[in-house]
């Protein structure tokens, strides 16, 4: 169940963030968006975020252009292939803007920021932006590409103002023979528009006539020589053309790798600076991340509302108290409270700033909701069922750092049942140790709520004189669903009111405290119950990686991840990366089933491995011997006496 994206809305919020993307890969990237689960790595997408959006209020938005085949062409430019003119400008304006966006990033340095590093990692590209545009201009080779062209299309000119010349004269001459006074090109042939009764007059050749046959477009005889030199030297010009574009192709596979790296970065700096902009939008804050099971709101507002329109929700949730039930009547905001809670806390996990004054949210391992109308046609499902159907998922996926929603607990059967579970779901929450609120209309409930520790009541408050909700959740008192005071003030007969009086409250011992089974299946679940088993799933195995302080590792280092293939300088060595960067920068890389570590600086990449390998691959296959895995394989089916794996000890090359 894709709980996030369906429940809390948060492909809108992705959909958002795809919309402030130029770039293909930013967009991919928000499509698999997903919270965080290292504290470490939350925190430096949090500082990412809010440094792009100083810069933003700063200095604007950066010269993120267009980059779409900027990759193809580069890699066709190493296989040695033949660049076209459009190709060729589009590197030129790729040049351009990360000239434009070393510039931009230079500028956070004045704002002492992070993102400064991306700036510095970019290659120089002016040689290739020079080279092209002197010898690209209007979508054409230059004439000053090179010596011998010019000198060709010179010699082009010459010819064609001679022929021009004779046809001239020609006309001139002869004047009477000619319908018009004109030199038409047709199919490629200097003609001139003869007479049809003077077309034997004119020595050469007929290369078309007019639709009436009244008139004959000639080649004379005289330009025909001509115009098979100027011919010549179109193959000549056509020649030289290439040879400048195939020098300029050569540039760009030498600079491929430059190209490459240049790329990366703007893609990854699109992704940030999307983030940046959405926080703008929003004016959203960079919350306090913690491990401690605490969420705190201050002013929050739903996203996807307009901040006009919006009660700012305050909340407070853990240390004492694990969960909240909230209560009051329908269209009240109950619903956009909860939505608001769960919606921040998965923005505040993927790194994403929330639209609050101040806000501190914890780090989850599950995000699990039950919010809205679940009924399913097409599996037979009630509205009922379907909730019951996704709780259960919800209860066997639950761990004490999980944050839990559900709306309108215990709805859609009789409500003696449905207050019963609706308990009964609340003591598998609370023992859980999980956090959660929910939102119900059963009185039981709030008083289960009252006498419960790490429980807490509370109601979203309601205008009873002119009978608005006013959308402001109040903690520490549980509300009433108003439901008789809005009939009455509607309109409702008072026999009625009385009626519904007696029977909601007067007849309640009576009718819903002593009620006793009514037939032989209810009489087995309330004896016996069901023991729900936990079923074991992926997400259960989820574990919150809090951060231990370390020595930072270089930016440029932590881009190396395991599999990736890589060039060791100087020698120019091609190696495969199987140890991630140390604090000092040091990289394990297996050069020739040697392997060891080097620094950073002498690495450059040449294949991700997310390109290489497919996905889930066992890379042990690469670094490890037959021998070496046929001992794990043994070794995780069974204890053997004796059986031990040795690794080779690698020594660590402190070579700048």
Same mark, same amino acid.
């Given at each position: 169940?894709?709980?996030?994206?369906? #429940?809390?809305?948060?492909?809108?919020?992705?959909q958002?963030?795809?919309?402030?993307?130029?770039?293909?890969?930013?967009?991919?990237?928000?499509? &698999?968006?997903?919270?965080?689960r290292?504290?470490?790595e939350?925190?430096?997408?949090?500082?990412?975020?809010?440094?792009?959006?100083?810069?933003?209020?700063?200095?604007?938005?950066?010269?993120i252009?267009?980059?779409?085949?900027?990759? +193809?062409?580069?890699?066709?430019?190493?296989?040695?292939?033949?660049?076209?003119?459009?190709?060729?400008? +589009?590197?030129?304006? /790729?040049?351009?803007?990360?000239?434009?966006?070393?510039?931009y990033?230079? !500028?956070?340095?004045d704002?002492?920021?992070?993102?400064?590093?991306?700036g510095?990692?970019?290659? %120089?590209?002016?040689?290739?932006?020079?080279?092209?545009s002197?010898?690209i201009?209007?979508?054409?080779?230059? %004439?000053?590409?090179?010596?011998?062209?010019?000198?060709?299309? +010179?010699?082009?000119?010459?010819?064609?103002?001679?022929?021009?010349?004779?046809?001239?004269?020609?006309?001139?001459?002869?004047?009477?023979?000619?319908?018009?006074?004109?030199?038409?090109?047709?199919?490629?042939?200097?003609?001139?528009?003869?007479?049809?009764?003077?077309k034997?007059?004119?020595?050469g050749s007929?290369?078309?006539?007019?639709?009436?046959?009244? =008139?004959?477009?000639?080649?004379?005889?005289?330009?025909?020589k001509?115009? $098979?030199?100027?011919?010549?030297?179109?193959?000549?010009?056509?020649?030289e053309?290439?040879?400048i574009?195939?020098?300029?192709?050569? /540039?760009?596979?030498?600079?491929a790798?430059?190209?490459?790296?240049?790329l $990366?970065?703007?893609?990854?700096?699109? @992704?940030?600076?999307?983030k940046?902009?959405?926080?703008?939008?929003?004016?959203?804050?960079?919350?306090?991340?913690?491990t401690?099971?605490?969420?705190?709101?201050?002013?929050?507002?739903?996203?996807?509302?307009?901040r006009?329109n919006?009660?700012?929700?305050?909340?407070?949730?853990g240390?004492?108290? &694990?969960?909240?039930?909230?209560?009051?009547?329908?269209?009240?905001g +109950?619903?956009?409270?909860?939505? =608001?809670?769960?919606?921040?806390?998965?923005?505040?996990?993927?790194?994403l700033?929330?639209?609050c004054e101040?806000?501190?949210?914890c780090?989850?391992?599950?995000?699990?909701?039950?919010?809205?109308?679940?009924?399913?046609?097409?599996?037979?499902?009630? =509205?009922?069922?379907?909730?019951?159907?996704n709780?259960?998922?919800?209860?066997?996926?639950?761990?004490?750092?999980?944050?839990?929603?559900?709306?309108?607990?215990g709805?859609?059967?009789?409500?003696?049942?449905?207050m019963?579970?609706?308990?009964?779901?609340?003591?598998?929450?609370?023992?859980?140790?999980?956090?959660?609120?929910?939102t119900?209309h059963?009185?039981?409930?709030?008083?289960?709520?009252?006498?419960?520790?790490?429980?807490?009541?509370?109601? #979203?408050? /309601?205008?009873?004189?002119?009978?608005?909700?006013? @959308?402001?959740?109040?903690?520490?008192?549980?509300?009433?669903?108003?439901a008789?005071?809005?009939?009455?003030?509607?309109?409702m007969?008072?026999? #009625?009111?009385? !009626?519904?009086?007696e029977?909601? @409250?007067q007849?309640?011992?009576?009718? !819903?405290?002593?009620?006793?089974?009514?037939?032989?299946?209810?009489?087995?679940?309330?004896?016996?119950?069901? $023991?729900?088993?936990? $079923?074991?799933?992926?997400?259960?195995?989820?574990?919150?990686?809090?951060?231990?302080?370390?020595?930072?590792?270089?930016?440029?280092?932590?881009?190396f991840?395991?599999?990736?293939?890589?060039?060791?300088?100087? &020698?120019?060595?091609?190696?495969?990366?199987?140890?991630?960067?140390?604090?000092?920068?040091?990289?394990?890389?297996?050069i020739?089933?040697?392997?060891?570590?080097v620094?950073?600086?002498?690495? &450059?990449?040449?294949?991700s491995?997310?390109?290489?390998?497919?996905?889930?691959?066992? #890379?042990?296959?690469?670094f490890?011997?037959?021998?070496?895995?046929?001992?794990?394989?043994?070794?995780?089916?069974?204890?053997?006496?004796?059986?031990?794996i040795h690794y080779?000890?690698?020594?660590?090359?402190?070579?700048r």
């Amino acid at each position: 169940m894709n709980y996030m994206n369906d #429940m809390l809305e948060f492909n809108e919020i992705i959909q958002k963030l795809k919309e402030y993307t130029r770039t293909g890969k930013a967009r991919d990237r928000f499509e &698999q968006l997903a919270p965080i689960r290292d504290e470490r790595e939350l925190n430096e997408r949090l500082r990412d975020t809010s440094e792009a959006k100083i810069l933003l209020e700063k200095v604007g938005n950066p010269p993120i252009s267009s980059v779409e085949d900027i990759f +193809k062409i580069t890699e066709n430019a190493k296989r040695g292939d033949l660049l076209s003119i459009d190709e060729l400008e +589009k590197i030129e304006l /790729f040049a351009v803007a990360c000239m434009r966006f070393k510039k931009y990033l230079k !500028r956070s340095e004045d704002y002492g920021l992070n993102l400064s590093g991306y700036g510095n990692g970019m290659y %120089d590209l002016d040689f290739l932006k020079e080279e092209i545009s002197k010898c690209i201009r209007n979508k054409r080779v230059d %004439d000053y590409a090179s010596k011998e062209l010019k000198e060709i299309r +010179k010699k082009l000119e010459q010819i064609s103002s001679n022929i021009r010349l004779k046809l001239e004269n020609l006309l001139k001459s002869k004047k009477e023979c000619f319908s018009d006074s004109f030199i038409s090109n047709r199919n490629g042939h200097f003609t001139l528009p003869v007479k049809k009764e003077h077309k034997l007059t004119i020595s050469g050749s007929v290369i078309d006539m007019s639709s009436s046959g009244a =008139t004959y477009f000639i080649e004379p005889t005289a330009v025909a020589k001509l115009k $098979e030199e100027y011919e010549n030297k179109q193959i000549e010009e056509s020649n030289e053309e290439r040879k400048i574009l195939y020098i300029l192709s050569s /540039f760009v596979g030498d600079l491929a790798e430059e190209i490459s790296l240049n790329l $990366e970065y703007i893609e990854e700096l699109d @992704y940030i600076f999307a983030k940046g902009k959405l926080s703008m939008d929003m004016n959203g804050v960079a919350p306090t991340i913690n491990t401690n099971q605490y969420i705190e709101l201050v002013n929050g507002r739903h996203p996807l509302l307009k901040r006009e329109n919006c009660v700012p929700l305050n909340i407070k949730l853990g240390n004492l108290v &694990q969960g909240i039930v909230i209560t009051g009547p329908n269209t009240g905001g +109950k619903t956009v409270a909860l939505k =608001t809670v769960g919606l921040l806390s998965v923005m505040a996990n993927c790194g994403l700033h929330v639209p609050c004054e101040s806000a501190s949210i914890c780090m989850n391992s599950n995000v699990l909701c039950d919010i809205g109308d679940n009924q399913s046609i097409s599996e037979n499902l009630s =509205t009922f069922s379907a909730h019951i159907k996704n709780i259960i998922e919800i209860i066997k996926r639950i761990d004490k750092d999980s944050l839990v929603f559900m709306d309108e607990l215990g709805s859609g059967t009789d409500p003696s049942e449905g207050m019963g579970i609706a308990i009964a779901i609340l003591e598998e929450l609370r023992k859980s140790g999980c956090l959660f609120i929910v939102t119900t209309h059963y009185p039981e409930v709030k008083e289960y709520a009252e006498k419960t520790d790490g429980i807490m009541n509370a109601r #979203m408050a /309601f205008d009873k004189e002119s009978l608005r909700p006013l @959308y402001r959740l109040e903690v520490g008192v549980s509300g009433e669903s108003c439901a008789l005071y809005i009939a009455k003030q509607l309109g409702m007969p008072r026999n #009625m009111l009385l !009626r519904a009086y007696e029977e909601t @409250y007067q007849s309640k011992e009576v009718g !819903r405290a002593h009620r006793t089974p009514t037939n032989h299946i209810e009489k087995e679940i309330l004896e016996d119950g069901i $023991e729900l088993e936990k $079923e074991a799933s992926k997400d259960s195995e989820i574990k919150i990686v809090k951060y231990e302080e370390k020595k930072p590792v270089n930016s440029r280092a932590s881009r190396f991840e395991v599999g990736d293939s890589v060039v060791v300088y100087p &020698q120019k060595k091609v190696g495969i990366v199987f140890e991630k960067a140390d604090s000092k920068g040091y990289i394990g890389v297996q050069i020739q089933k040697k392997k060891e570590y080097v620094i950073h600086k002498r690495v &450059q990449l040449k294949a991700s491995a997310k390109d290489l390998y497919p996905e889930d691959y066992n #890379m042990s296959i690469i670094f490890d011997s037959v021998e070496t895995r046929k001992t794990r394989r043994v070794m995780e089916k069974r204890h053997e006496e004796g059986r031990e794996i040795h690794y080779d000890a690698v020594k660590k090359k402190g070579i700048r």
